[in-house]
């Protein structure tokens, strides 16, 4: 038991390291998401194949392969990112690539008759998107959006695999210290167990205050 | 590059087989267990519906990669040494399980609740009724995000790799470690990876519209 108490601060820092990545990772890639989601819709044809095919890469392909594409393979021009840099910018790009289609989905729900209605009271599509559609279709893909905050928290993990002081680096790292792998990655399962459970029942709370205010 | 891929293609397949072999083995697996964990968790009994939940919700919880350490690790430590190619197995098949048999669950919750009462109107016994009637249907609601998750299972065999599994992505890492071009070698696994996913959601998206097909 000794052994929780000597690390428990390490992993807490490794937690709070991955806790901030998926934070700025997932505001940028919402936000990306959002316009890349009306892009889809509204932009015309080529481009809704140019974000269809981008899609399809980042679902097609494993996590660690992009991972491991962005931090090893842009080293071979050059390109040497920090493990730190590496990991975010492919936690955003892989992120990107997730919202795009809990967007699109979402404000294709709402548009459906709603969007109609935007624009027989003489709304510009800006003003439908704006004021009408995106506040209802908010509430519509909260559920997706909080599988997807815990789906970029699991996918921190692989970021140790390029040197990232994260959870599993510090587990990593305490089992050839200790040579306990059953209390230290029982400590990084249990540190991911408490950031997801709490992250999924938030999302519960928040789904039924959205509801009941309606 | 296209020199480089001839040289490497062939351990590359040995890689691949890996690969596949390990998401059998782990779908094998998750299947057995999600059908059990289903079972319990929509009985009669109480304890056992509670350690199911249980078990769903932890399992879904905890990142793949933490599970494949553990099995691999933490097991060999308290004395269950698995091979690396068991350890991953077991992983897999651990997490996956918990996906299937809520995929399982809701493909038993679309069935209608008339044909449960029609099965026992005819007399039929709860077996008869189960076998013939509710897990036709069942199955039919099953198949496409089951067979959306294997595809997502064949992407998490690439972390068994980190246990020293042969896999795709381990024949990658060596050739790309072996050559210095890790983007020729990586973007060479990549095609074998999106290959299997365009292949498996093609087939997806076949299978539902024959499905929709028949019931219109």
Redo the contacts between chains.
């Keep these: 038991m000794h052994y929780v108490a000597l690390y428990w601060a390490v992993m807490a820092r490794g937690g709070a390291l991955d806790l901030e990545m998926t934070a700025i990772a997932v505001a940028i890639s919402v936000v990306v998401g959002v316009l890349a989601a009306i892009g889809k819709l509204y932009g015309g044809k080529l481009l809704a194949a140019i974000i269809t095919g981008y899609v399809?890469?980042i679902?097609?392909?494993?996590?660690?392969?992009q991972l491991?594409?962005i931090y090893?393979?842009?080293?071979?021009?050059q390109i040497n990112l920090s493990p730190f840099a590496a990991g975010l910018l492919w936690l955003i790009l892989y992120g990107i690539g997730y919202a795009v289609e809990i967007f699109r989905a979402g404000i294709a729900a709402v548009a459906e008759g709603q969007g109609e209605a935007a624009d027989a009271l003489g709304m510009t599509r800006a003003q439908g998107l704006r004021r009408v559609i995106l506040p209802q279709a908010w509430v519509i893909m909260l559920p997706s959006l909080m599988t997807f905050l815990?789906l970029q928290v699991?996918?921190t993990?692989?970021l140790y695999?390029v040197g990232v002081a994260d959870i599993?680096y510090q587990?990593r790292l305490g089992?050839s210290a200790t040579e306990?792998?059953?209390i230290m990655?029982?400590m990084?399962?249990v540190a991911?167990?408490v950031i997801?459970?709490t992250l999924?029942r938030l999302g519960g709370v928040l789904e039924r205050r959205v509801e009941a205010s309606r | 590059m296209l020199q480089l891929w001839q040289q490497y293609l062939p351990d590359f397949f040995a890689g691949v087989v890996v690969s596949l072999e390990v998401t059998g083995a782990a779908l094998v697996l998750a299947l057995a267990l999600g059908a059990l964990l289903v079972t319990a968790r929509t009985g009669r009994v109480r304890v056992l519906r509670s350690l199911a939940v249980g078990y769903i919700?932890?399992f879904r919880?905890?990142?793949?990669?933490?599970?494949v350490?553990?099995a691999y690790?933490?097991?060999?430590?308290?004395g269950i040494r698995l091979p690396g190619f068991w350890a991953g197995v077991v992983a897999l098949g651990a997490f996956y399980a918990a996906l299937y048999s809520e995929d399982m669950r809701s493909g038993l919750q679309s069935v209608d609740r008339g044909q449960r009462e029609a099965a026992q109107a005819l007399g039929m016994t709860n077996g008869a009724m189960m076998r013939r009637v509710i897990l036709p249907q069942a199955l039919l609601a099953f198949l496409p995000p089951g067979t959306n998750e294997l595809s997502n299972l064949i992407?998490?065999t690439?972390?068994v790799f980190?246990i020293g599994v042969a896999d795709l992505?381990f024949q990658?890492?060596q050739a790309?470690a072996a050559t210095?071009?890790?983007?020729?070698m990586?973007?060479l696994?990549?095609l074998f990876?999106?290959a299997f996913?365009?292949l498996i959601s093609r087939i997806l998206a076949r299978w539902e519209l024959n499905v929709q097909r028949r019931r219109s």
């Excluded at chain 1, 679902?59 to 392969?65: A, C, E, H, N």
């Design positions: 399809e890469v679902r097609g392909l494993p996590p660690i392969l491991f594409i090893f393979g842009l080293s071979q021009f815990v699991k996918n993990t692989l695999l599993m587990a089992t306990q792998p059953a990655y029982g990084a399962a991911y167990l997801n459970l999924s | 919700e932890i919880a905890i990142p793949v990669l933490v599970l350490f553990m690790y933490s097991l060999g430590q308290v992407k998490d690439s972390l980190t992505m990658a890492n790309s210095f071009q890790p983007m020729d990586f973007v696994a990549g990876y999106f996913y365009i």
